[in-house]
């Protein structure tokens, strides 16, 4: 189930969960730290077979949430690993107050695991805010919901015609790349938002890895140029 996609990182690609009567897919990203320490990029569902698939790679140290939305698996992986930090932003926090939070995420990474990433907080919407991960040693981005990227296999094969009409239409499709149109209305506070997105694009990127769809093993700056372009 998990996808090496460079030293000490891996995918995980998880069912399809309903959003707006829309069957998403989803995935999780794995970094393994220092002292085989693991950090869990929003956790798909834990089975069995994907928890000895995890274990056998360290132990899970810390468990991230990268916006409010990313948050439905949360709790089973903090029962399964409940010595795990569990960060997000004030967002996650406010949506889970359920689920104990170790602290919240922004434009600064907190010390346990700062030395190997970047944050970019894109935070002019309204609606949402989300933080981007840049992991320094494999140069890759990893993003939730600021970019879709749905193949036509996908499509044509999970959401119906109206849907892939409204996904077309929003430019959540392969080739476009973009946030859900909804959510990029939202944004008004253009300028930090722009100040976000020339911080991303002045990382060295080579990969990017988004939640839903295509992800990008390579070009990914050029991907990204064009699927921020709406900044």
Request: glycine share 6%; charged share 20%; with cysteine.
């Amino acid at each position: 189930m998990l996808i090496n996609v460079a030293q000490d990182i891996w995918i995980g690609e998880g069912g399809l969960v309903d959003f707006y009567s829309c069957p998403y897919p989803t995935r999780m990203v794995v970094v393994r730290l220092a002292d085989n320490k693991l950090w869990v990029w929003s956790p798909i569902e834990l089975s069995t077979d994907l928890k000895t698939e995890i274990d056998a790679l360290g132990t899970v140290a810390h468990l991230v949430s990268p916006n409010k939305i990313h948050h439905l698996f949360l709790g089973p992986w903090q029962q399964a690993y409940p010595k795990a930090c569990l960060w997000g932003p004030q967002s996650t926090i406010d949506k889970r107050k359920d689920l104990q939070f170790t602290g919240g995420l922004g434009d600064q990474a907190p010390q346990e695991w700062g030395d190997v990433f970047d944050l970019i907080w894109f935070n002019g919407s309204f609606f949402m805010d989300e933080v981007v991960f840049f992991h320094r040693p494999s140069h890759t981005v990893i993003m939730a919901d600021l970019s879709e990227n749905f193949s036509e296999t996908f499509i044509q094969k999970h959401w119906n015609t109206w849907q892939r009409v409204i996904a077309k239409l929003w430019g959540i499709v392969e080739g476009r790349g973009y946030a859900p149109l909804e959510w990029r209305l939202s944004f008004f506070k253009r300028k930090a938002t722009r100040q976000a997105k020339e911080r991303l694009l002045s990382l060295p990127v080579e990969k990017a890895i988004m939640a839903h769809g295509e992800w990008q093993p390579s070009n990914a700056r050029a991907f990204l140029e064009k699927s921020l372009s709406w900044i």
